[in-house]
């Protein structure tokens, strides 16, 4: 998932090629070695089992998010009858999955690009070619969450509340999307000599650079990382954090994620830029301070409004809706 896409850019003033003899490594006597078609062949068509992989994880989070919604409680409307169970509108769902997909894709970029920031210096003009390089998943994270929360305001959908069960789902699809990159080659680490090195073999085509090099496996010491945050979240969801309505659930999982992050692209080949940090840790330490100061302004806002952190959806000033009351919730 990160730096996906076609043509992406040789660092300037390196010649093509260059990347693998700065990283060939001495192939230690055993490695984890891959070798399989990349590619499902369905009649005429070819797709990458990557691809298919990432497909999945999406669904996956999807379900994930429409089974929590129908599990999250929210205020009865003065005219339902007392008892009634209300729960969050999984028909928002799917506009919020919609909204998400903007946001996604211009964090995507402009993370990507600021990855890679002078070979597009010098090529001002490929920023905006979408076959000029990807997408950069600590971007696409971050806008995506915040396109999807401005979709769900214009709904008048209980935004904290959709940022409260949105937390398991979103660290679903990047651990089973972190994982799917095993299944493409993507992702390879700094070269290792060590039995636990991963390579791949075969024509591929497979993501990585110099894909028979043993390497870190970097997508799956993330993959495995951020596996660790959904097993901590859910037994949070468990033991009753989905019933705090103003998102620092949401805030402190963006935090962890970022944590996870940093730590493992320690491992990537990108070049360092700031000190010892490479231009995705900086990144990730700019996600993590925004985390936290999200979760300190929320925690302000609940300890003014008791109601918040005692689960009570506030109303939300702002939001008009046409004939708001023939839109009931269910």
Same mark, same amino acid.
């Given at each position: 998932?990160?730096?996906?896409?076609?043509?992406?850019?040789?660092?300037?003033?390196?010649?093509?090629?260059?990347?693998?003899?700065?990283?060939?490594?001495?192939?230690?006597?055993?490695?984890?070695?891959?070798?399989?078609?990349?590619?499902?062949?369905?009649?005429?068509?070819?797709?990458?089992?990557?691809?298919?992989?990432?497909?999945?994880?999406?669904?996956?989070?999807?379900?994930?998010?429409?089974?929590?919604?129908?599990?999250?409680?929210?205020?009865?409307?003065?005219?339902?009858?007392?008892?009634?169970?209300?729960?969050?509108?999984?028909?928002?769902?799917?506009?919020?999955?919609?909204?998400?997909?903007?946001?996604?894709?211009?964090?995507?970029?402009?993370?990507?690009?600021?990855?890679?920031?002078?070979?597009?210096?010098?090529?001002?003009?490929?920023?905006?070619?979408?076959?000029?390089?990807?997408?950069?998943?600590?971007?696409?994270?971050?806008?995506?969450?915040?396109?999807?929360?401005?979709?769900?305001?214009?709904?008048?959908?209980?935004?904290?509340?959709?940022?409260?069960?949105?937390?398991?789902?979103?660290?679903?699809?990047?651990?089973?999307?972190?994982?799917?990159?095993?299944?493409?080659?993507?992702?390879?680490?700094?070269?290792?000599?060590?039995?636990?090195?991963?390579?791949?073999?075969?024509?591929?085509?497979?993501?990585?650079?110099?894909?028979?090099?043993?390497?870190?496996?970097?997508? &799956?010491?993330?993959? %495995?990382? =951020?596996? /660790?945050?959904?097993? !901590?979240? +859910?037994?949070?969801? @468990?033991? *009753?954090?989905?019933?705090?309505?103003?998102?620092?659930?949401?805030?402190?999982?963006?935090?962890?994620?970022?944590?996870?992050?940093?730590?493992?692209?320690?491992?990537?080949?990108?070049?360092?830029?700031?000190?010892?940090?490479?231009?995705?840790?900086?990144?990730?330490?700019?996600?993590?301070?925004? &985390?936290?100061?999200? %979760?300190? =302004?929320? /925690?302000?806002?609940? !300890?003014? +409004?008791?109601?918040? @952190?005692? *689960?009570?959806?506030?109303?939300?000033?702002?939001?008009?809706?046409?004939?708001?009351?023939?839109?009931?919730?269910?």
């Amino acid at each position: 998932m990160d730096r996906a896409g076609v043509g992406q850019p040789t660092p300037v003033g390196e010649r093509p090629g260059a990347g693998r003899d700065r990283y060939t490594a001495a192939v230690p006597l055993s490695v984890i070695t891959f070798q399989f078609d990349a590619l499902a062949h369905v009649g005429d068509w070819n797709v990458r089992w990557e691809t298919i992989g990432v497909a999945v994880a999406i669904f996956v989070a999807l379900l994930a998010a429409a089974a929590l919604a129908g599990r999250v409680r929210l205020p009865a409307h003065p005219d339902d009858p007392p008892g009634t169970a209300v729960h969050l509108r999984r028909d928002d769902l799917l506009f919020i999955a919609l909204g998400i997909v903007p946001g996604a894709v211009i964090g995507g970029r402009l993370a990507f690009v600021a990855l890679h920031l002078d070979y597009y210096r010098a090529n001002s003009g490929m920023v905006l070619d979408p076959g000029s390089g990807g997408l950069a998943l600590s971007g696409a994270v971050v806008l995506g969450a915040v396109s999807g929360g401005l979709v769900a305001r214009l709904f008048d959908a209980p935004v904290s509340r959709w940022y409260g069960i949105a937390v398991l789902p979103m660290l679903v699809v990047l651990a089973l999307g972190k994982g799917a990159e095993i299944l493409g080659g993507s992702g390879q680490g700094l070269p290792a000599a060590a039995d636990w090195a991963t390579r791949y073999l075969g024509t591929g085509p497979w993501g990585s650079l110099g894909p028979d090099i043993p390497s870190v496996p970097a997508q &799956a010491l993330e993959a %495995l990382g =951020v596996a /660790a945050l959904v097993v !901590a979240f +859910a037994v949070a969801w @468990a033991l *009753g954090a989905s019933r705090r309505a103003d998102g620092r659930l949401f805030a402190v999982a963006l935090g962890g994620w970022a944590i996870v992050r940093f730590a493992v692209a320690s491992t990537w080949r990108d070049p360092v830029v700031v000190g010892p940090l490479k231009a995705e840790q900086v990144i990730d330490l700019a996600i993590l301070g925004l &985390a936290v100061v999200v %979760l300190a =302004v929320l /925690a302000v806002r609940a !300890a003014r +409004a008791p109601g918040v @952190a005692a *689960g009570v959806e506030p109303a939300e000033p702002g939001l008009a809706w046409p004939d708001p009351e023939t839109r009931r919730r269910f």
